[in-house]
């Protein structure tokens, strides 16, 4: 059995994360942490990692970016490793998730979703064949409570993209302030917050006379916490390093 402390465990994906493993016998949430403690949950949650007492294999973290490296410096002390699908993270802080997978095994994904990971593999190898003549945009859109934006996965996407073409391009973010013609050597990137919206991805590859866009939609934040939950079984008992959804797919096939 997989045992999981559960770092941010009060929040929107620690409590979707909760619901899908409630029941199973193969994984278990021997505990929680976070600040708010107005939810009531069926294992013991400390405000700190601290103060966790309870053995586990793997920290799942959808906490903040600015717990990253109190959570890392305790997960290296207990040689556990952590999945880490906190968004909004600096390069710095991905700096330390590299550092820190000299240590212990880190699984570090902007978004957990198997669908979205396909997302980006298609949208790179077409834009290999499409950068000479089509323009690259890629929208994001997300509820009207997440804080970062660009989203950690629009910018996934572009790396991706961005990795797969001949000369990389530049992130353009907005456009206002600037009134000049679109040029050949960026990738637009596009956010909108409101409402509910769980998460929309779209690439937009605009070239003369047509369009192809690739699009995924999330229903619902149970296709992220499935993806933590897989991440979380793969990567516990595994070797110092570094692994991603890519390593996760590979092992499937």
């Not at 903040?64 to 040689?79: D, I, R, T, V």
């Not at 700096?95 to 198997?114: E, G, H």
């Not at 790396?159 to 001949?166: K, R």
């Amino acid at each position: 059995m997989t045992r999981i402390i559960m770092n941010g465990c009060n929040g929107r994906m620690g409590q979707a994360i909760t619901a899908l493993i409630a029941g199973r016998d193969d994984i278990k949430i021997v505990c929680g942490t976070d600040t708010y403690d107005g939810i009531k949950n069926e294992y013991p949650v400390y405000p700190s990692l601290a103060m966790v007492t309870e053995d586990a294999d793997v920290i799942v973290d959808f906490s903040n970016p600015s717990s990253l490296e109190g959570m890392l410096a305790y997960a290296k002390s207990k040689n556990l490793a952590v999945v880490v699908a906190t968004t909004g993270l600096s390069e710095a802080q991905k700096q330390m998730l590299n550092s820190a997978s000299k240590d212990i095994a880190v699984f570090f994904s902007a978004n957990m979703s198997l669908g979205v990971n396909l997302l980006i593999e298609l949208a790179s190898k077409a834009a290999k064949v499409l950068e000479e003549t089509f323009d690259i945009e890629i929208i994001e859109k997300h509820h009207n409570q997440k804080l970062d934006a660009p989203s950690g996965t629009a910018l996934a996407i572009a790396d991706g993209i961005n990795d797969s073409l001949t000369e990389p391009q530049q992130y353009v973010y907005d456009r206002h302030s600037v009134r000049k013609k679109r040029s050949k050597t960026e990738i637009g990137i596009h956010s909108l917050r409101g409402g509910t919206i769980v998460g929309e991805h779209s690439v937009v590859f605009a070239g003369q006379d047509e369009v192809i866009e690739i699009t995924h939609i999330a229903q619902s934040r149970q296709v992220f916490a499935a993806g933590a939950i897989s991440a979380a079984k793969f990567v516990s008992g595994k070797p110092a390093g570094y692994y991603n959804m890519q390593s996760l797919v590979n092992a499937i096939q």
